[in-house]
Each structure stands twice: as structure tokens, then as C-alpha cells.
């Protein structure tokens, strides 16, 4: 149904003919709305890796928060040569590879061009020559078939013009083949995937054999001079289309006859020298002679068309006609190139498929040739991940050592500090709540770790000293806060609804990254929000987390459950001063508070009112100590009556227990 909508509405548009003939069509799977994915299933074999707006725009894959691209992955990783092996890393980035065989497959490749950086280098110089993007000339050409054939009026050569595009389209291709002939010869081995895109069918691989159809196609055009302005023009080769060459004889016949008629005026005027002159584009076969050679009589008869030096130029009534009766010949073979460039196109779209298997083929390796040179250019050294896959069902691993974020790293340079992250690793479980200071690096080290993984299912090394994981379906990133004014929709709203994505569609195989959930309402509802979410990513869905929170009861509460470990980052608070120092370290435990009085120190925030807001923290902390031990009593009470009465078998006591304790919540 949604094939048949947008075939009609781009025939509603007049775009029907122009797209559809030569589009692709592929089933999508449904990959969000609908029914959600059975926990632990997964993408199907084949599948990719699934990241949402939110996630896109929260770890800024395609831009930063600005919506530029400077300063986003895509800028860090795309090293590509060409615009077509550009869009295809573009896409490779938003949906990264999910089957450890393909992501293996494809570190491969990336391997072989950082061993052999004298290929990749020759590969690189080549591809940057490739004068077209050979990917959207391709695509015009069917548009310029249907242009022909309307046969709209043109002022200028454009047909000639675009025969020469066409020419240099495929001049290009040949390019790109013989570049892959030399760099990568049949004689040198290549890993798997690099061996199916540059190698042709005969040797293994999916690159087609296109030089016999690339050098029929070229026969048909060739170089001709202009009959007017003398200037090279493409137009169609002898025998390539019957009525252009008929009308070529035509053209030479009337030549002929032009010839034929000044050696008439030259018998006619015996020692004369007669010859024809021309000055394109409007005056041609003028007869030139000396002022003074020719009769009175005669140049009184003729039309006389300019003088010049001693010389005088003219036309008799028969070259004027002779010359008309060219000049419709001539335009009637300039009409006729259109058919022909409409069927020469026609023919070129009937072997679409192999010249768009090649293109594909060569963003590929463009793609490929991208990563291997971004691998190399990560600040602070990088390693090859290691894929490893989970028992079916079971949650994934992630362990990583001294990792970086590429972006921030290679802005800060030395000062950026790596950190290690384990999710089901080293004894540490899959749920991670994260505390720390304001500033104090939690973002970073979420958004590092999203972009590790990213990065590891692309294909490409990562940025880090070492990487073990597996393969994710789909990664959830709820960082930031933003509202949707035109939507109507408040931050919180906005960021539940993410977070309804994440209990909807996270399976096993997941990773989802929370960042201070239920900030954008009352402190006790924000926490019930923030400890439901947790318990219910934990229990229920059972996929990896990165829980930051500044609400110390929810991290307090989390970390005493089996599936949590707390994390913090790191900070120092002098004593005597209070200033705070921002260690930047990822450790295991909590952080006993957000230090949100040294940030607004650091803000510029009057030192009065600081003083304040200290003595209001201060109170507000004892009064919860002091409400947290008559609770624990309490609760230590009824737990002991409890167990009393269950020993001693007295029903109809802990009926009455249960009573009184129900009164007593509400």
C-alpha cells in the first residue's frame, strides 16, 4: 500500500517517469510502531544496527547540536574521495552493521588498506580524479532520454552537450576500472568483502565486466567540427543512426552543389580568382573576389554582402538558394539528434543494473577506504574491536579500555582523559547508574560509549586501547533536554516519550542511555519516574544501561539491587577553600553529592546567595536524615511482627496487620 501511494503521488507530480522506471525497491522491516520485537530477537540475518532521530541527534552522528556538521562523527570519520562514496558512509553511519560475520568481514577490509597504505593511497589519488559523481550522472541520464524526447525547443547545443556528458560518464567509468586493475590486480590476494567489490564475476566477486558495453556505447558518438562555428561537437557516429546519416548525405550533396556552382562563375569568369569565404556563424560561402576582376555588369546583378582590402565578397541568387536549402538540411539533422540521444540513453538505462552494481562497488571502496584512513587518524591511538557473539537470548558484553571520545579528543588533545567501561564484563552487570557532578564528565562518557559501539559495528577501529563487545540492535539515547514548540510538546513530555520507545522496543541485544530522567518536573515525581524506569530496564527488558541521575535516593536505592552497580565520576573539593577539581575518572561507587553549589560558583552566581543555597542544602539533608531513621525503624518493627505472627500461624493477626498497615499508607 505505501509502494502504491508514493508511486501515484510522484505520478501526481510528473516525476513518475522519471523515477520509477529506474528505482530500487526493497522491503523495510518495521522497525519502530507496530508490534515490538520479541526481547532478544533482534534484527534478522542481514540486519542493521537501528538508530532513531533521538539517538542520531543525541550522540550528534550526523550534526552537532548547533545543526552543523563540523564537530559531529560523520565529520571525524569521512575521509571518502568522492560524493558517492560519501552518502554511502553516510548512510553505513546510520544504520551500522548488526551480523558479527559482516562486521568482521568488513574490519577486514579496513585492515588490508591500513597494511598496504601504498594501495590506499593510489586508490585514494584516483578516485579524487574521477571527474563526475558518477552515482547522480548516472541517474540524469535517464532524465535527459525523456527530455529528448519531447523535442522542446532549445536555443542552444544541448544535445551536443549533453552527448559530451555522456561521453565523459563513461570515460569516467573506464577510469574507475582500470584504476582497480592497477592498484588491485587479479595476482594480489584481498580479504573477502574487499575481493567481492573490486574483483570482477570471472574472479569471485560482484564488480561487472562493463568495458565491452562502454566501448559499444562510445562508438556511437564521435567528434564532428560545427558546420557553422567550425567548433567540435558530439554527434552520433557513422552507422549509428540511419536517419542521421541520410541526412548527412543529404548535407554533403548540397556542399557539393555550393561547389559545383562556383566553378560555374569561375568558367564564367575565366582567370578570375573566385573563392568561397566564410564567417561563421551568419555569413557563409560568400564568393570572393579582387574589387576590380569582375564586370560592372556582373557585380550590379549580384548581392554584394561586404568589402574589404581590394576585395569584394558576394552572393549570387543560386548561392543564396543553394545556401538556404543547406541550412534547412543542416537543422533538420540537428533535429534528428534528439531521437537518437532519447534511444542512445534508452540504451544505457537497459543495462542499468551492472553500471549501478559498479557504482556501488566503487562507493564502497571509497567507504572503505574512508575508515581505514580514519582508523589511522583517531587521536590517541585506536584498536581493532573484537567481536564476540552471546548465547541466544542472553544480553550482550561490552568492555572497553582507556577509551575516547574521537571528537573531544582530538579537540583537547593530551588533556582528555580516557576511561573504561564495562557493561556484563569483568563481574560488573549490564545496568550501570551513573552519578557524579555537574560538569564532571557523565555526558561524555555516555555519549563515548554509544559512538565506541557505532564505530565497532561500522567496521572501523575504535578509539580506545581495547574493545570487546557484542553486537547491538539498536541503540537508545535520551541526552539533553529540548521541548517541540510546533508540537506542543513540554521537555518532559518529550523525553518520556523516548523513553516509551525505550520499554517498547528495547530487546536484550540492546543499549539504552538515560542522562537525568525526570528532570522537567517535581522532584519527587522526576525520582518515581527515574527509580520505575531503572527497575523496569532491568527486570523486564533486561538490556544494557547507562543510567545517570543526580537523584541520590533512586542511585542509592538502584545500587543495592543485584543487576545495578553504581559508577560515579570522579571529583576533588578542597577542604579549606570548597573549590571542586573535575578528575574526569569513570569509578565504580556513588557520589555522595552533585556539587551543584561549586558549579554555580563557577557560573558567576553572588557569593551571598551561594552562602544561602548551602545552608538550605545543609537543612534539607539533615531533615531527610532525621525523617529516614523512625522510617527504618519502623519498617525493622513490622518486619518482626510480621515474621512473628507467620511463625506463629495466627491468620487472622496478620489480616488485621495487613488492615492497619493499608490505613496507614493511605
Given at each position: 500500500?505505501?509502494?502504491?501511494?508514493?508511486?501515484?503521488?510522484?505520478?501526481?507530480?510528473?516525476?513518475?517517469?522519471?523515477?520509477?522506471?529506474f528505482a530500487s525497491w526493497q522491503p523495510l522491516a518495521a522497525?519502530?510502531?507496530?508490534?515490538?520485537?520479541?526481547?532478544?530477537?533482534?534484527?534478522?540475518?542481514?540486519?542493521?544496527?537501528?538508530?532513531?532521530?533521538?539517538?542520531?541527534?543525541?550522540?550528534?552522528?550526523?550534526?552537532?547540536?548547533?545543526?552543523?556538521?563540523?564537530?559531529?562523527?560523520?565529520?571525524?570519520?569521512?575521509?571518502?574521495?568522492?560524493?558517492?562514496?560519501?552518502?554511502?558512509?553516510?548512510?553505513?553511519?546510520?544504520?551500522?552493521?548488526?551480523?558479527?560475520?559482516?562486521?568482521?568481514?568488513?574490519?577486514?577490509?579496513?585492515?588490508?588498506?591500513?597494511?598496504?597504505?601504498?594501495?590506499?593511497?593510489?586508490?585514494?589519488?584516483?578516485?579524487?580524479?574521477?571527474?563526475?559523481?558518477?552515482?547522480?550522472?548516472?541517474?540524469?541520464?535517464?532524465?535527459?532520454a525523456l527530455q529528448a524526447e519531447r523535442q522542446a525547443v532549445?536555443?542552444?547545443?544541448?544535445?551536443?552537450?549533453?552527448?559530451?556528458?555522456?561521453?565523459?560518464?563513461?570515460?569516467?567509468?573506464?577510469?574507475?576500472?582500470?584504476?582497480?586493475?592497477?592498484?588491485?590486480?587479479?595476482?594480489?590476494?584481498?580479504?573477502?568483502?574487499?575481493?567481492?567489490?573490486?574483483?570482477?564475476?570471472?574472479?569471485?566477486?560482484?564488480?561487472?565486466?562493463?568495458?565491452?558495453?562502454?566501448?559499444?556505447?562510445?562508438?556511437?558518438?564521435?567528434?564532428?567540427?560545427?558546420?557553422?562555428?567550425?567548433?567540435?561537437?558530439?554527434?552520433?557516429?557513422?552507422g549509428a543512426d540511419a536517419q542521421y546519416d541520410s541526412l548527412?548525405?543529404?548535407?554533403?550533396?548540397?556542399?557539393?552543389?555550393?561547389?559545383?556552382?562556383?566553378?560555374?562563375?569561375?568558367?564564367?569568369?575565366?582567370?578570375?580568382?573566385?573563392?568561397?569565404?566564410?564567417?561563421?556563424?551568419?555569413?557563409?560561402?560568400?564568393?570572393?573576389?579582387?574589387?576590380?576582376?569582375?564586370?560592372?555588369?556582373?557585380?550590379?546583378?549580384?548581392?554584394?554582402?561586404?568589402?574589404?582590402?581590394?576585395?569584394?565578397?558576394?552572393?549570387?541568387?543560386?548561392?543564396?538558394?543553394?545556401?538556404?536549402?543547406?541550412?534547412?538540411?543542416?537543422?533538420?539533422?540537428?533535429?534528428?539528434?534528439?531521437?537518437?540521444?532519447?534511444?542512445?540513453?534508452?540504451?544505457?538505462?537497459?543495462?542499468?543494473?551492472?553500471?549501478?552494481?559498479?557504482?556501488?562497488?566503487?562507493?564502497?571502496?571509497?567507504?572503505?577506504?574512508?575508515?581505514?584512513?580514519?582508523?589511522?587518524?583517531?587521536?590517541?591511538?585506536?584498536?581493532?574491536?573484537?567481536?564476540?557473539?552471546?548465547?541466544?537470548?542472553?544480553?550482550?558484553?561490552?568492555?572497553?579500555?582507556?577509551?575516547?571520545?574521537?571528537?573531544?579528543?582530538?579537540?583537547?588533545?593530551?588533556?582528555?582523559?580516557?576511561?573504561?567501561?564495562?557493561?556484563?564484563?569483568?563481574?560488573?552487570?549490564?545496568?550501570?547508574?551513573?552519578?557524579?557532578?555537574?560538569?564532571?564528565?557523565?555526558?561524555?562518557?555516555?555519549?563515548?560509549?554509544?559512538?565506541?559501539?557505532?564505530?565497532?559495528?561500522?567496521?572501523?577501529?575504535?578509539?580506545?586501547?581495547?574493545?570487546?563487545?557484542?553486537?547491538?540492535?539498536?541503540?537508545?539515547?535520551?541526552?539533553?533536554?529540548?521541548?517541540?514548540?510546533?508540537?506542543?510538546?513540554?521537555?518532559?513530555?518529550?523525553?518520556?516519550?523516548?523513553?516509551?520507545?525505550?520499554?517498547?522496543?528495547?530487546?536484550?541485544?540492546?543499549?539504552?542511555?538515560?542522562?537525568?530522567?525526570?528532570?522537567?518536573?517535581?522532584?519527587?515525581?522526576?525520582?518515581?519516574?527515574?527509580?520505575?524506569?531503572?527497575?523496569?530496564?532491568?527486570?523486564?527488558?533486561?538490556?544494557?544501561?547507562?543510567?545517570?541521575?543526580?537523584?541520590?535516593?533512586?542511585?542509592?536505592?538502584?545500587?543495592?539491587?543485584?543487576?545495578?552497580?553504581?559508577?560515579?565520576?570522579?571529583?576533588?573539593?578542597?577542604?579549606?577553600?570548597?573549590?571542586?577539581?573535575?578528575?574526569?575518572?569513570?569509578?565504580?561507587?556513588?557520589?555522595?553529592?552533585?556539587?551543584?553549589?561549586?558549579?554555580?560558583?563557577?557560573?558567576?552566581?553572588?557569593?551571598?546567595?551561594?552562602?544561602?543555597?548551602?545552608?538550605?542544602?545543609?537543612?534539607?539533608?539533615?531533615?531527610?536524615?532525621?525523617?529516614?531513621?523512625?522510617?527504618?525503624?519502623?519498617?525493622?518493627?513490622?518486619?518482626?511482627?510480621?515474621?512473628?505472627?507467620?511463625?506463629?500461624?495466627?491468620?487472622?493477626?496478620?489480616?488485621?496487620?495487613?488492615?492497619?498497615?493499608?490505613?496507614?499508607?493511605?
Open positions: 500500500i505505501a509502494a502504491a501511494g508514493a508511486a501515484e503521488y510522484l505520478e501526481a507530480v510528473l516525476l513518475g517517469q522519471r523515477v520509477l522506471p522497525l519502530c510502531g507496530g508490534s515490538a520485537p520479541a526481547a532478544g530477537a533482534g534484527p534478522a540475518a542481514g540486519g542493521r544496527m537501528v538508530l532513531d532521530a533521538a539517538a542520531l541527534a543525541a550522540l550528534e552522528v550526523l550534526e552537532t547540536a548547533e545543526g552543523t556538521p563540523q564537530g559531529s562523527l560523520l565529520e571525524s570519520l569521512d575521509r571518502s574521495s568522492t560524493q558517492f562514496g560519501s552518502r554511502l558512509l553516510r548512510r553505513w553511519l546510520c544504520a551500522p552493521l548488526y551480523e558479527a560475520a559482516e562486521i568482521r568481514a568488513r574490519q577486514e577490509a579496513v585492515e588490508f588498506f591500513i597494511q598496504h597504505a601504498d594501495v590506499a593511497q593510489q586508490l585514494r589519488s584516483g578516485l579524487k580524479k574521477v571527474p563526475v559523481d558518477l552515482e547522480r550522472a548516472t541517474s540524469r541520464v535517464w532524465g535527459f532549445m536555443y542552444e547545443d544541448v544535445a551536443g552537450k549533453r552527448l559530451g556528458d555522456f561521453v565523459g560518464l563513461l570515460k569516467a567509468y573506464e577510469q574507475c576500472l582500470e584504476l582497480l586493475a592497477a592498484a588491485l590486480p587479479a595476482s594480489r590476494p584481498l580479504p573477502g568483502r574487499l575481493a567481492q567489490v573490486a574483483r570482477t564475476p570471472g574472479g569471485g566477486g560482484a564488480l561487472p565486466e562493463l568495458q565491452a558495453t562502454i566501448a559499444q556505447l562510445r562508438g556511437s558518438v564521435v567528434d564532428v567540427p560545427g558546420p557553422k562555428d567550425g567548433r567540435l561537437k558530439f554527434r552520433p557516429a557513422g548527412c548525405q543529404q548535407v554533403e550533396a548540397a556542399v557539393a552543389k555550393l561547389e559545383q556552382e562556383l566553378q560555374g562563375l569561375r568558367a564564367q569568369h575565366a582567370g578570375v580568382q573566385l573563392a568561397f569565404v566564410h564567417r561563421p556563424p551568419q555569413d557563409r560561402y560568400e564568393v570572393e573576389a579582387g574589387d576590380q576582376a569582375l564586370p560592372q555588369a556582373f557585380v550590379a546583378g549580384v548581392d554584394v554582402t561586404s568589402k574589404c582590402k581590394g576585395k569584394i565578397r558576394f552572393k549570387t541568387a543560386r548561392i543564396k538558394e543553394l545556401v538556404a536549402e543547406l541550412e534547412a538540411l543542416e537543422e533538420r539533422r540537428e533535429d534528428c539528434v534528439f531521437p537518437f540521444l532519447s534511444r542512445l540513453f534508452r540504451q544505457f538505462h537497459a543495462h542499468q543494473a551492472p553500471f549501478g552494481a559498479a557504482v556501488r562497488c566503487l562507493a564502497e571502496l571509497d567507504a572503505l577506504l574512508a575508515l581505514a584512513a580514519a582508523s589511522q587518524g583517531l587521536p590517541g591511538g585506536a584498536c581493532r574491536p573484537e567481536v564476540v557473539e552471546p548465547a541466544p537470548g542472553e544480553p550482550g558484553t561490552l568492555e572497553l579500555r582507556g577509551c575516547r571520545h574521537p571528537v573531544a579528543a582530538a579537540r583537547m588533545g593530551s588533556s582528555f582523559v580516557p576511561n573504561d567501561t564495562q557493561l556484563n564484563a569483568g563481574g560488573v552487570p549490564g545496568v550501570l547508574v551513573v552519578t557524579g557532578p555537574n560538569m564532571g564528565g557523565k555526558s561524555t562518557v555516555l555519549r563515548q560509549t554509544c559512538i565506541a559501539l557505532v564505530m565497532a559495528q561500522l567496521g572501523c577501529r575504535v578509539n580506545a586501547e581495547f574493545c570487546r563487545f557484542s553486537p547491538v540492535d539498536r541503540i537508545f539515547a535520551r541526552i539533553g533536554s529540548y521541548d517541540s514548540i510546533l508540537e506542543g510538546k513540554s521537555t518532559l513530555l518529550t523525553e518520556l516519550e523516548e523513553t516509551a520507545a525505550v520499554l517498547a522496543h528495547g530487546s536484550r541485544r540492546s543499549l539504552a542511555v538515560l542522562d537525568e530522567l525526570g528532570r522537567g518536573t517535581s522532584t519527587f515525581d522526576g525520582a518515581a519516574i527515574a527509580s520505575a524506569v531503572l527497575d523496569d530496564l532491568a527486570e523486564r527488558v533486561g538490556c544494557n544501561v547507562l543510567f545517570a541521575t543526580h537523584y541520590h535516593p533512586v542511585s542509592r536505592r538502584a545500587a543495592a539491587s543485584p543487576l545495578v552497580a553504581p559508577f560515579h565520576m570522579a571529583a576533588e573539593v578542597d577542604a579549606r577553600t570548597n573549590e571542586m577539581t573535575f578528575l574526569y575518572r569513570f569509578l565504580p561507587g556513588l557520589c555522595p553529592a552533585s556539587h551543584g553549589h561549586n558549579v554555580a560558583r563557577l557560573a558567576g552566581l553572588p557569593a551571598k546567595l551561594l552562602e544561602e543555597a548551602q545552608a538550605k542544602s545543609a537543612e534539607f539533608e539533615r531533615v531527610e536524615a532525621s525523617a529516614a531513621v523512625p522510617r527504618a525503624a519502623g519498617q525493622a518493627g513490622a518486619a518482626a511482627e510480621l515474621a512473628g505472627l507467620a511463625a506463629a500461624g495466627d491468620a487472622e493477626a496478620l489480616r488485621a496487620l495487613f488492615r492497619r498497615r493499608v490505613q496507614a499508607a493511605a
